[in-house]
Each structure stands twice: as structure tokens, then as C-alpha cells.
């Protein structure tokens, strides 16, 4: 797919991508709070933990997870 490189296109396309990537956030909230608080009923400790990872041009990056096994 070819885009154009118009900075209007471009400025629309990330504000539709940031809008999208809240509302799917919104959305998926109850059941990442439910993955959570079952989580942190049925074993010890806590229902998160953080993880360092390396990412694009070897940067690193913390990135926090769900606990679930």
C-alpha cells in the first residue's frame, strides 16, 4: 500500500490511530481489572509485574504484564 507522505494525511492518520488505540483501551479496561482481581484472589502476591525488554535500535523498555501463571 502505497501512502501519500501529504502532512494532512498524515496528521489524520495518527490522530485516527491515537483515537482508536484509546477507545480499544476503554473498551478492553473491565477485562484486563477481571484478568486482574481473579489473579490476585487465586494466588500470592501481586497481579502485576514488570519486565525489562530490549526493543528497536536496542533500547530498552519496561513493559508491565498480567501474571497468570
Do not use: D, H
Not at 490511530?17 to 494466588?43: H, R, Y
Amino acid at each position: 500500500m502505497i501512502v501519500p507522505r501529504n502532512p494532512r494525511w498524515l496528521w489524520l492518520k495518527t490522530t485516527v490511530e491515537i483515537v482508536l488505540a484509546f477507545l480499544l483501551l476503554v473498551l478492553s479496561l473491565p477485562v484486563i481489572f477481571l484478568a486482574g482481581l481473579i489473579v490476585k484472589l487465586t494466588s500470592p502476591g501481586s497481579a502485576l509485574y514488570w519486565q525489562t525488554r530490549v526493543g528497536l535500535r536496542g533500547r530498552e523498555f519496561r513493559l508491565c504484564k498480567i501474571r497468570t501463571m
